[in-house]
Structures are given as C-alpha cells and as structure tokens.
C-alpha cells in the first residue's frame, strides 16, 4: 500500500465545515509509526485581506490571481506517526486546508488521499438568537395598512396607465421604519434588521410592477429617492445613514439584501461594463422576468 493511502487525516479530506470566529480548529495527520519526515499543514486560513486584494485586483485590473494567501505551517509531532497543529480562527471567510508529509531528502509530498477541506468560519455574534426582522421599506408609512390598492385608487392608476402614464404610488420612508424601531426591537426584541433591496430600480421603460422590482437594482452605490423624504438638508443616503445609525442605537445590527447577480435595466453597470452581462446569440442582452438583466 503507498505511503499517500496510509496517511489518515483530522478533520478527513473533503469535510465542510462550519466554524465561528474565535474558535481553535485542531488539524492531526497520522503517518506510518516507520514513516520518517516532518508533517505540514497547508492553508489560506489568516490571509483572508490578501485574497480579497487578489479578488480585487483580477476583477478591476484584470490581473490573475498569485494565490499569495496559502502558506504552510509546521506540525507538531505528538507521538511517532501523529502530528497536530491548532490554529485559531481570527477571520471571518471561507477557507482551505489539507496536510501532507514531507520526507527528509527528497522533495516530494506525500498528501491524504481526498480534496481539501473547506471551512466556513461566521461571525461569533450570530452564533446563536439570530432573530430577523425582514422590512419591505415600501410598505411603511401611510400605505401600510394596506393590503392592496384601494378600488378608488386602482380605477383612477388604471385609466393614466391606459392613456401611457407611468404611475408610482406614494412610498414609505426610512423614517417611517425609525418610528417603529422602538416596537421592533424594544418590544418584539428582533436583533437584526434586513432591509430587501433599497437601490433606485427603473421607473419608466422596463419598470417591473407598479413600483418598479427592488430587485432590478441601478446602482449599488445608492438608494432609491422615493425611500426618502424631500428635505433640503439631507439626501437620501444620508437618510438611509439616519436609519442605520437608529438601529445600531438600539443595539440591534443591520442585514441589506443586496441582489448582485442581476440588474435593471439601464443599470450602472450595463451602461458601463455591457460585457460582463449574459447576451443572446444575437447578441441581445438576457432578460428573465423576475430579475431583470443578468
């Protein structure tokens, strides 16, 4: 049997793994008691800022990845044939690891049969009392009462509809939802707030629903004006940053919904980066309904 079936590897090759911050993850390969070498354990584990700049820079530069962020860190022998190493989990990612022996005088590696281990470390404050609060912005304010339009309403949107008006009915506002922080969070205790997609989305040509999809973003970079109320002191980014600022007050912590695999029509970056869009054979872009350009 070769040296590679013989070595048995803690956590196995190929595991997935779930971990939080904080945590010590112990690896341990056992080699052959005659096997002679020093054990090794390779990984990304720790450089979690030099593969995001590698990420960075493949994606804006166009330059490729050098995979700078794997390194090898020695093993402790434990016992003839058992090697240990524990490494502590600083960063929140996804990371690799696998360990192999290195025989002496000979530069080949021996490796455990399998792929790699993948661990996915998350942040230790949602370890556990994850309870979300999910906020369609919209649908605050003066319309939240409402289950639909009212018939009034609707006779009156559908004759402008008719005749080509585009009609968008009034919206809610970050303010509204900071009103209602202190029931939210104070009385119902959810701990985290998750907002579904407040980009600005296509009002006119290509508006999906009478609002217009929150998930056919424009802009990544900004939010929707009509989430906002007219005040000649403050923008609308400087509202979303008010609401913000109100949940983190009340202890709470703040999810975005953000739908980065597809767009709006006209979008930032379809109007500035068309070539990393999906395209037809005849070269027209795709559009599947629910979610706008891809």
Not at 23 to 32: G, K, R
Not at 79 to 90: D, K
Not at 268 to 275: D, K, R, S, T
Request: proline share 8%; with cysteine; charged share 25%.
């Amino acid at each position: 049997m070769s040296v590679s079936k013989r070595l048995k590897q803690h956590p196995a090759p190929g595991h997935r793994l779930i971990r939080h911050r904080g945590d010590i993850l112990e690896f341990v390969l056992e080699t052959p008691p005659e096997q002679d070498g020093q054990a090794w354990l390779r990984t990304n584990i720790g450089y979690a800022a030099t593969r995001r700049e590698e990420i960075v820079r493949e994606v804006e530069d166009r330059r490729p990845r050098l995979s700078r962020d794997w390194h090898d860190v020695p093993m402790g022998r434990l016992e003839p044939g058992r090697f240990a190493v524990a490494l502590p989990l600083l960063e929140v990612g996804v990371f690799e690891a696998k360990a192999f022996l290195g025989p002496p005088d000979s530069d080949d590696l021996v490796w455990p049969e399998g792929e790699n281990i993948w661990i996915k470390v998350e942040p230790a404050e949602y370890f556990c009392g994850n309870t979300i609060y999910t906020v369609f912005a919209r649908q605050f304010g003066t319309g939240k009462s409402y289950v639909s339009t009212p018939p009034e309403h609707e006779r009156d949107i559908t004759l402008l509809e008719d005749a080509g008006y585009s009609v968008i009915p009034q919206s809610g506002k970050f303010r509204d939802l900071i009103r209602e922080l202190d029931f939210i969070v104070g009385v119902m205790h959810f701990r985290i707030i998750q907002l579904l997609p407040i980009h600005p989305v296509p009002t006119t040509f290509a508006r999906m629903g009478r609002y217009g999809s929150p998930f056919a973003a424009l802009d990544f970079y900004d939010v929707d004006p009509a989430l906002a109320e007219f005040d000649r002191r403050t923008t609308p980014l400087d509202q979303f940053v008010e609401l913000a600022d109100a949940i983190h007050a009340r202890g709470a912590r703040l999810f975005i919904d953000l739908p980065i695999n597809h767009t709006g029509w006209a979008s930032w970056l379809q109007v500035h980066h068309p070539e990393w869009f999906v395209r037809h054979r005849d070269r027209s872009f795709q559009s599947p309904g629910a979610g706008g350009v891809q």
